[in-house]
């Protein structure tokens, strides 16, 4: 009964900016580490964030990494991706996941609908 919906996707310049949520419910969200992943037409899914349950620890690919900030605010139970200087290679659609294991940073499951971010050139 985990629900996670993605939104902030849209267009955007290269070099500019955006911010995703991920609004979660029917789980103790403090109890799981959450992820950023992303997928473009014709490519697997891939990794592109992670934060632990506390939100005392991050990971990130190295294709986002100085750019984007992942973070969490457990009193409200969302997941953010602050998404800075923003390229065409980006272009994806973004889903959070959640930890299937409690406190552990591993699979991920309980997908998002997903969220479009498109970077023009």
């Known amino acids: 009964q985990v629900q996670l919906v993605e939104s902030g996707g849209g267009l955007v310049q290269t070099g500019g900016s955006l911010r995703l949520s991920c609004g979660a419910s029917?789980?103790?969200?403090?109890?799981?580490?959450m992820g950023w992943f992303r997928q473009a037409p014709g490519k697997e899914r891939e990794f592109v964030a992670t934060?632990?349950?506390?939100?005392?620890?991050?990971n990130y690919a190295d294709s986002v990494k100085g750019r984007f900030t992942i973070s969490r605010d457990n009193a409200k139970n969302t997941v953010y991706l602050q998404m800075n200087s923003l390229k065409p290679e980006d272009t994806a659609v973004y889903y959070c996941?959640?930890?299937?294991?409690?406190?552990?940073?591993?699979?991920?499951?309980?997908w998002g609908q997903g969220t479009q971010v498109t970077v023009s050139s």
């Open positions: 029917g789980h103790d969200f403090r109890s799981y580490a």
């Open positions: 996941a959640r930890g299937r294991i409690p406190y552990v940073r591993g699979p991920f499951g309980s």
């Open positions: 934060i632990s349950a506390s939100g005392g620890d991050t």
